[in-house]
């Protein structure tokens, strides 16, 4: 089957802020900012678990690399080098571009490719970041067609002004990038001048990530980001030297929320006054863990959340792994978290409806964390989910209503399982 299908939503968060006056907080919010102090103090504190050092690899573990790679095989356009989103679906993001680039380092590092098809691949990716169009010549669309390099919408129709950049995903790209020169410096001058081209300034301004829309009247200019993904994107920023100084740490947007027993940390801005939905889920911490390694405060923050999920199969039995992910039916994206939107455990799409019912068991975020943090609970997730390997990768997940697979191929599910096995290897992909 076919299934019905939308791109990735970037987070985009319209906060109602006029970036210049730094970030408000309205009045359903006030209160609780008198906390700072108190969410400074947690987040000194030494986190429930700790992240492990490299160890070697079984045989299923390689296994599971070669069942990712298939994925990137399958889908990679012969002329541009892009790779399409989801399998069969010529259309992809930066963020979902900057997943490939990262396996791609990943897939050599474990010897899955030879340095010849590292090559070949990327030559053919940079050229395309070289070419492509950019949104009023300053930075990538939030989506391109794979085979024509085109910006497009969200259902895939070419917009020749584009519909806006996106500042949280032009931080994954950034991270990928560094990864590929860190790598093999061979590319630094040719990812260097691409990146020359890009006005990355309008990324990150006066300490906040900025990303725009595109209305009638041209780009509207927003903050972005909301936490976990925020504090992703700022590390990413910086490490390109630009400002993103208010954005690099959540002490400032904290609210604490008692969640199966733990205190895990939820963002202060609420959905309701800032028009924007406010998922918790394991996504940008893992991703923080797999590719740059935990500071210490987004060490804490992983640890609570990851353990509430692991307390919540305690509690009920039932398999708990959840991130964003692509699903094979309508909505077709749903962001499947700890905490959003007021509710725990709750199911949300970008326009914040509730879809309760299609939570899934996540494969990317069962082994992020199981290298992350090589527990009992997360060996019995990815002995669960072993079935989901398929001649074309990784299928995303399971549902769990009825145990049923979520069989939609992703890019991203398959990248975070060659960066997770990456991880485990060796460590974080920035040496």
């Known amino acids: 089957m076919t299934p019905s299908f939308s791109l990735r939503p970037s987070l985009l968060f319209l906060a109602g802020l006029v970036f210049a006056t730094g970030l408000a ?3 359903d919010g006030a209160g609780r900012f008198g906390s700072r102090a108190l969410a400074a103090l947690d987040l000194t504190e030494p986190p429930e678990l700790v992240a492990q050092p490299p160890r070697a690899l079984d045989a299923a573990d390689r296994e599971a690399a070669v069942i990712a790679w298939r994925y990137m095989e399958a889908n990679t356009d012969a002329g541009t080098g892009l790779v399409s989103s989801v399998a069969g679906y010529p259309s992809s ?3 979902d571009q900057a997943s490939y680039i990262l396996s791609l380092v990943a897939a050599r590092k474990l010897d899955i490719i030879d340095d010849a098809e590292l090559g070949w691949r990327a030559d053919k990716l940079l050229k395309s970041f070289g070419e492509m169009d950019l949104v009023d010549g300053q930075l990538p669309n939030k989506a391109y067609h794979t085979r024509t390099l085109a910006m497009v919408d969200y259902g895939n129709s070419a917009t020749p ?7 949280i995903d032009m931080g994954r790209l950034l991270v990928a990038l560094r990864v590929l020169e860190e790598h093999h410096p061979r590319f630094r001058d040719w990812i ?3 990146l020359s081209k890009w006005h990355l300034d ?11 829309e595109r209305e009638a009247d041209g780009l ?8 976990g993904y925020e504090q992703y994107a700022a590390r990413a920023a910086a490490l390109w030297g630009l400002d ?3 954005a690099i740490s959540a002490g400032r947007v904290i609210d604490w929320r008692r969640i199966e027993g733990t205190r895990v940390a939820v963002d202060l801005r609420s959905a309701a006054s800032f028009g924007a939905i406010t998922p918790v889920l394991s996504e940008p911490y893992i991703l923080q ?3 740059m390694g935990f500071n210490a405060e987004a060490g804490r923050l992983a640890a609570t959340l990851y353990r509430a999920q692991e307390r919540r199969h305690a509690r009920t039995g039932q398999l708990t792994a959840v991130s964003e992910d692509h699903i094979d039916q309508k909505p077709s994206f749903l962001y499947s978290s700890v905490f959003s939107n007021g509710e725990d455990w709750a199911v949300v799409t970008e326009d914040g409806e509730f879809f309760p019912e299609l939570r899934t068991v996540s494969l990317k975020a069962a082994f992020g964390w199981d290298a992350i943090y090589d527990t009992e609970y997360t060996a019995l997730l990815r002995t669960e989910l072993a079935d989901l390997a398929g001649d074309g990768g990784w299928a995303a997940g399971r549902y769990e209503a009825d145990g049923r697979a979520n069989d939609i191929l992703a890019l991203n599910t398959n990248a975070i399982v060659l960066e997770a096995l990456h991880y485990k290897a060796f460590g974080p992909l920035l040496p």
Do not use: F
């Open 192 to 194: 260097r001048g691409v």
């Open 25 to 27: 907080v309205t009045a």
């Open 220 to 227: 509207v200019y927003l903050q972005e980001g909301r936490i």
């Open 161 to 167: 002004d584009g519909i806006g950049w996106s500042a």
């Open 244 to 246: 993103a100084t208010s």
């Open 93 to 95: 993001t930066m963020w």
């Open 289 to 291: 863990g797999l590719e």
């Open 202 to 212: 309008g990324m990150a301004v006066a300490g906040e990530l900025i990303g725009t």
